[in-house]
């Protein structure tokens, strides 16, 4: 295990992305750092596996011939250079084939999560103006209400459709990478925000530096592992470090392509001899949740867990050591960033239960008061980073959109955290609306902009309610129109409504009615009086219950 002090001193990593961030190189494509530069070794880059128990990998070679394929595919309909492709697959290796031959055009993947709805999926093509779309038959019908929808491309299309398969099959086998520069963009992402839907940002080439380095220190991916990250490339986590992390590193990755269980954890850990593993703490708190059934057949398998998305509850570390005989770390990062903020499972340094880690290095993570001046250990502020002495921060601002988040030299997370005196950071809480809810981040706005739409509906609130399973879920504050009462009814109604608009892990799992909303004389919404009322009613639940 190497010292920490010293890889945050001198950090150094692989491929061309290293000599571009540098400036050494000009010629990038993030297909060849994923795949060609790995392939005439029979390497394999794809384990995939379904829920009823098909099994199949990819080698490095065979994933470059079809990427070169299904890449003439989309350049015979008019994607070139910057374009932007947006993916709406589950985890399979259409999926894969997708980004990879996105990116060999000098192309821009755009990820959709699955189990967004109409209204979600509309908002991200019109703002990423997508020229095509990749989906599978049982999503292509989300894409029956978009409006002006982009030319669709569908994995067992219905007939008249242009369909995954035939197309790979007819293409020409031959098409060059384009070379691009380490701050042209291979990614499109969309992140949360609280007082607007869903902002686009891009993620340049020379990201793939930094998510290598995450990959190397902080998962500890070694050449003899096998490693699965549960997390969905639909989101930044799983795209970044399930697809181009390992990917760019040589190191094949994992897609299980089913519905997450108990017994689907464990059959992919055991059937496919998984020993590093990453994913949400709602993931391993449902794990634990099932005591025996999933520690009894695991148990000695596992090498090292990572868990990212929300804070690592200090209960599910010493089980994951008592019961499974492993470590499990703790990793803090946002869409924007990367991971930026770990206990890393490849260097040395203290790890305190509660605390989120050292600075990834490449990254120096600074703590503001109010007023911008960074703070000494044992005062929370602003997590910050200092852009001018992080070399493998990319982030450079929401595209085509003004942002607060920079403050001179500084990035502003939104998170509050507290210096430990031995450097480690330590999670405080969110500063802002942004709800966190089974590993996901939702934004309020789009929650309430959902509701609205519903006749009933004149204004809402929407908060994230502290959870012990969830670490928080979704409760929406409804003012309704005349003519309509509260019932259970229209609870009902109103959280399906969200669903269909939304996503499937987006919807209102408490309705209550009220009269009015709190509100700042401006007319600004404030969920945090309606937050703290919330933390008051659980206190007060659980001092009446001890007292009984």
Not at 80 to 97: E, H, M, Y
Not at 106 to 111: D, E, K, L, N, S
Not at 180 to 190: A, E, I, Q, V, Y
Not at 303 to 314: F, H, I
Request: hydrophobic share 40%; with cysteine.
């Amino acid at each position: 295990m190497r010292d920490y002090a010293e890889a945050a001193r001198s950090f150094h990593y692989l491929g061309a992305a290293q000599a571009a961030l540098q400036g050494e190189l000009q010629a990038l494509n993030a297909c060849v750092e994923c795949c060609d530069r790995h392939t005439g070794v029979d390497k394999v880059a794809l384990h995939w596996l379904d829920s009823e128990g098909n099994y199949e990998q990819l080698n490095f070679d065979r994933l470059q011939a079809l990427a070169s394929r299904f890449a003439s595919v989309l350049r015979a309909h008019g994607v070139s250079v910057g374009d932007r492709v947006a993916g709406l697959l589950p985890r399979t290796p259409q999926l894969l084939i997708t980004i990879l031959a996105t990116w060999r055009l000098g192309a821009v993947y755009q990820p959709l999560f699955t189990a967004f709805g109409p209204a979600a999926i509309e908002h991200r093509l019109h703002q990423s103006h997508a020229r095509v779309v990749v989906t599978d038959r049982s999503n292509r019908i989300k894409l029956d209400d978009v409006k002006a929808c982009p030319l669709t491309i569908t994995v067992d299309a219905r007939d008249g459709e242009p369909d995954f398969q035939r197309c790979l099959e007819n293409a020409s086998p031959d098409c060059e990478p384009v070379m691009l520069t380490g701050d042209d963009p291979f990614l499109l992402m969309f992140t949360s925000g609280t007082t607007g839907p869903a902002k686009p940002l891009e993620v340049p080439l020379r990201a793939i530096v930094a998510f290598q380095g995450y990959m190397r220190d902080a998962i500890d991916l070694r050449p003899e592992d096998r490693f699965w990250n549960l997390a969905d490339p639909g989101w930044a986590y799983g795209l970044y470090y399930a697809v181009t992390g390992p990917l760019s590193l040589g190191h094949a990755t994992t897609f299980y392509n089913g519905p997450f269980s108990v017994d689907s954890c464990t059959q992919v850990i055991t059937q496919l001899g998984i020993n590093n593993l990453a994913g949400s703490p709602t993931a391993f708190r449902m794990l634990i949740a099932a005591g025996e059934q999933f520690s009894t057949p695991v148990k000695g398998r596992l090498r090292v867990v990572s868990s990212a998305g929300e804070p690592l509850n200090p209960e599910v570390i010493r089980w994951f050591a008592e019961h499974a005989g492993v470590t499990i770390h703790d990793h803090y990062g946002q869409t924007e960033l990367g991971m930026v903020l770990c206990n890393h499972h490849g260097l040395g340094h203290p790890v305190h239960v509660g605390s989120a880690g050292f600075a990834v290095p490449g990254h120096r993570i600074v703590v503001l008061d109010e007023q911008g001046r960074e703070l000494p250990a044992g005062q929370p502020g602003i997590l910050a980073v200092d852009r001018e002495q992080s070399p493998l921060c990319w982030f450079a601002g929401y595209h085509g959109l003004p942002t607060k988040a920079f403050v001179g030299k500084y990035y502003l997370s939104g998170d509050t955290v507290e210096l430990n005196p031995d450097g480690s950071i330590s999670f405080v809480g969110r500063s802002d609306d942004v709800i966190t809810t089974s590993g996901y981040r939702v934004g309020p706005f789009d929650v309430e902009s959902a509701l609205i739409e519903h006749p009933a509906v004149i204004e809402a609130a929407v908060i994230g309610k502290p959870d012990p399973e969830r670490t928080e879920v979704i409760k929406a504050f409804v003012v309704l129109a005349k003519g309509y009462g509260a019932s259970a009814e229209l609870e009902e109604q109103l959280r399906q409504h969200v669903r269909q608009r939304l996503y499937a892990h987006a919807y209102p799992r408490e309705v209550e009615f009220v009269s009015e909303l709190p509100k700042t004389p401006s007319g600004k919404l404030q969920r945090f009086i309606l937050r703290n009322q919330e933390i008051a009613r659980q206190h007060a639940q659980l001092a009446t219950t001890a007292s009984a």
